[in-house]
C-alpha cells in the first residue's frame, strides 16, 4: 500500500492529528503510566493547542500518513535539534497497524535527514514500551543514553534514548 505524508499545516489536519494520538496514547501509555498520567501527557503534547505552540514555537514538523487517502497516523519531527533530527512523534492508528508503515516511515525520516544535510535521527521511548523498542531495534536503532524527565503534575517520562545512522 503506498503511504503518503503529508505536511500538517492547516487548523483542521491539526485537529486530525489530535484526534488520532488520543486513542493511540490511550492504548500504548495507560498499562505503562495508568490513565491520568496518559490524560495529562496527552493535554500537554498532543491536544491542539499543544501541536500547535509545537508548530508555532518548538520548530516541530507534523506529517499525517495517509494510506488510501485515510489517516493511518502521523510523524513529528524536530529538524537540527542537537545536529540530528528528532523522531518525537510516530504513532499508526489501531486500525492500519501490521500494514508496514514503520519501514515507510523510517525511509521518510531519512530521506527528510537527507535533504537536512543531517546524518542520524534519535528519539526517546518509554524503558516499558517494549513492542516500540523492538520495531525500533529492527530498523536500525541502537541505545546511546537514557534518561528521566519531569513533565510536572508528578509525572515523569522514563526513557531510552534510541539513535540510527542515515
Avoid at 488520543?22 to 500537554?44: K, S
Amino acid at each position: 500500500m503506498e503511504v503518503v505524508f503529508k505536511r500538517v499545516e492547516t487548523p483542521a489536519e491539526i485537529e486530525t492529528v489530535a484526534r488520532i494520538a488520543e486513542p493511540i496514547w490511550h492504548e500504548t501509555y495507560d498499562g505503562i503510566t495508568g490513565p491520568a498520567a496518559t490524560r495529562y501527557m496527552v493535554e500537554q503534547f498532543q491536544s491542539v493547542p499543544a501541536i500547535r505552540r509545537q508548530l508555532d514555537a518548538e520548530g516541530y514538523v507534523y506529517y499525517l500518513m495517509l494510506c488510501g487517502g485515510e489517516a493511518a497516523g502521523f510523524v513529528g519531527l524536530v529538524p537540527h535539534k542537537e545536529g540530528k533530527m528528532f523522531l518525537s512523534k510516530l504513532y499508526v492508528s489501531k486500525a492500519h497497524r501490521g500494514e508496514g508503515l514503520p519501514r515507510a516511515v523510517f525511509d521518510f525520516v531519512a530521506e527528510r535527514c537527507r535533504a537536512e544535510g543531517l546524518d542520524r535521527i534519535y528519539l526517546t521511548v518509554n524503558k516499558r514500551n517494549t513492542h516500540a523498542i523492538e520495531v525500533y531495534r529492527h530498523f536500525g536503532f541502537y541505545e546511546i543514553d537514557a534518561v528521566v524527565t519531569d513533565i510536572g503534575c508528578g509525572y515523569v517520562m522514563d526513557d531510552y534514548i534510541l539513535q540510527k545512522d542515515v
